[in-house]
């Protein structure tokens, strides 16, 4: 009897997640396109705040569009800020008629916040809702910016990872991955053999340089993004200038407190300073990560590195699986470590990052990476913007609940994001991603389908941005 209560359940279960689009992750991230989403565009999704601007809810299909039978009312409600400008009251219906197939509405988006559209229809004296629409505005500094999605901490076959270089860059665009980085250990060559791969494959994935650098006798990982050179290539062959260097910062740096290992630091300034001056961004990585049964930052060594912010980025989440998370949820620790020391004033730049080492095995990538606000998604614009605090971490644990961390005003905004905008640009990326992981493969004529496909994402961005006519 247990079995066949257990069998039932099971069953049970697989038809629920048959029916219900929130227990069947479509997507590599786990994220979901609501029915809305689906079944009607809504143009434009974000608008610039305390301004007049024209959205158009358009049909796509016909079980979606009005019918001359059926009259349709409006409830809209701003989530944080009341309307002050036009009077108009949350929570209160109005009329509303469609124009051309299509709804149209004009009003004054107060403040940066998100909006809530709800329609619905009376036909026959039956009532339903025909859809629960979202639009977000926000202030001019971060209306002339996109958000750009990375994961610039990767391991190939080339250090302790499963699969190729091209592989991986294939499979970071089928995950919705706007820009990666490989950052083999001791091995920086690992993105430029992915961009070698598809120098002729017309691609709008961006793939930089990327590293984690382990200086000799130093426990500290450090991960160089975007530096036009290798790191490790400074001591592979020969540590003398490396160890005179690192002695005479010993001697010429600061005091340190009681309990921090005085090379370990210098070793790190060390390594910042080398990958600066090759035009990269150094990120601390996963200071709670446990190794040899303790965790892999010293706590008066962390100490001085918040302090001093000897370090461009702080790997805020770290692509934990499901189960590591469970045995220790590394993650948490990282964040209230963040969130204390912002407290205290300190000026912190995030990222999150899957350190995947199998792509196909992980169930981390794909849910762990770094929103970049930025004006391009040009190395030079995602490295300023991570480094000017315009940059989010985020995470979503075996799939379910994704959720951003860093600066609040960000959050708001990824968390909209996330819901109303990455589904739809990810389901797009996932074919590019499929295609390139065959051109890899040897498929010549992935090309030809590849260039087809090229510049769907940034058109995306354009439609969800332009304004309406009015």
């Known amino acids: 009897m247990k079995h066949l209560c257990f069998a039932v359940v099971i069953i049970s279960l697989s038809l629920m997640a048959a029916a219900n689009p929130l227990l069947c992750p479509e997507l590599p991230s786990g994220a979901q396109i609501r029915p809305e989403n689906r079944y009607f565009e809504v143009l434009p999704r974000i608008v610039p705040a305390n301004r007049e601007s024209v959205i158009e809810i358009v049909p796509l299909f016909d079980h979606a569009r009005p019918s001359e039978n059926c009259a349709y009312e409006l409830t809209y409600a701003p989530m944080e800020y009341p309307k002050q400008q036009d009077g108009w009251e949350p929570g209160k219906k109005m009329a509303i008629v469609p124009e051309n197939g299509r709804f149209r509405i004009t009003t004054f988006f107060e403040s940066e916040q998100e909006h809530t559209f709800i329609i619905e229809s009376t036909c026959d004296d039956k009532k339903k809702t025909v859809g629960n629409f979202r639009?977000?505005?926000?202030?001019?500094?971060?209306?002339?910016?996109?958000?750009?999605?990375?994961?610039?901490?990767?391991h190939s076959h080339r250090s302790d990872g499963i699969e190729s270089p091209a592989y991986v860059a294939g499979a970071c665009r089928r995950a919705g991955l706007h820009f990666m980085a490989l950052s083999d250990h001791r091995w920086h060559d690992g993105s430029m053999e992915a961009h070698r791969a598809y120098a002729d494959a017309p691609i709008d994935l961006r793939i930089y340089p990327g590293e984690e650098v382990h200086t000799p006798d130093n426990p500290i990982h450090i991960l160089s993004f975007g530096a036009n050179e290798g790191i490790t290539e400074l001591y592979r062959d020969d540590e003398t200038q490396y160890r005179a260097e690192v002695a005479a910062l010993m001697e010429s740096l600061p005091p340190t407190p009681p309990g921090v290992n005085r090379f370990h630091y210098a070793a790190c300034v060390w390594a910042v300073k080398q990958i600066r001056d090759r035009n990269g961004m150094a990120m601390l990585c996963h200071p709670y990560w446990i190794t040899r049964n303790r965790h892999n930052v010293e706590e008066p060594l962390l100490n001085l590195f918040f302090e001093r912010e000897v370090f461009d980025a702080l790997e805020l989440i770290s692509g934990f699986g499901w189960e590591s998370l469970h045995a220790m949820d590394v993650n948490a620790l990282q964040v209230a470590r963040y969130l204390e020391e912002r407290a205290k004033g300190r000026r912190i730049a995030v990222c999150g990052i899957s350190d995947t080492h199998g792509h196909?095995?992980?169930?981390?990538?794909?849910?762990?990476?770094?929103v970049c606000f930025a004006p391009s998604p040009d190395l030079p614009d995602l490295i300023a913007a991570i480094k000017d605090l315009r940059s989010v971490a985020v995470e979503s644990p075996a799939g379910t609940l994704p959720?951003?961390?860093?600066?609040?005003?960000?959050?708001?905004?990824?968390?909209?994001?996330?819901?109303?905008?990455?589904?739809?640009?990810?389901?797009?990326?996932?074919?590019e991603g499929r295609l390139m992981i065959q051109y890899a493969a040897g498929d010549t004529t992935a090309a030809q389908r590849l260039?087809?496909?090229?510049g769907q994402t940034a058109r995306l961005y354009d439609r969800y941005w332009t304004p309406v006519a009015k």
Request: hydrophobic share 35%; charged share 30%; with cysteine.
């Open 451 to 454: 260039k087809q496909l090229q």
């Open 135 to 154: 639009v977000y505005s926000v202030e001019e500094d971060l209306y002339k910016l996109r958000p750009y999605k990375g994961d610039f901490h990767m």
């Open 403 to 431: 959720r951003a961390y860093g600066p609040f005003r960000l959050v708001k905004f990824t968390q909209y994001l996330l819901r109303e905008v990455l589904p739809q640009h990810d389901e797009l990326c996932f074919e």
């Open 360 to 370: 196909e095995r992980s169930d981390a990538f794909g849910r762990y990476f770094t």
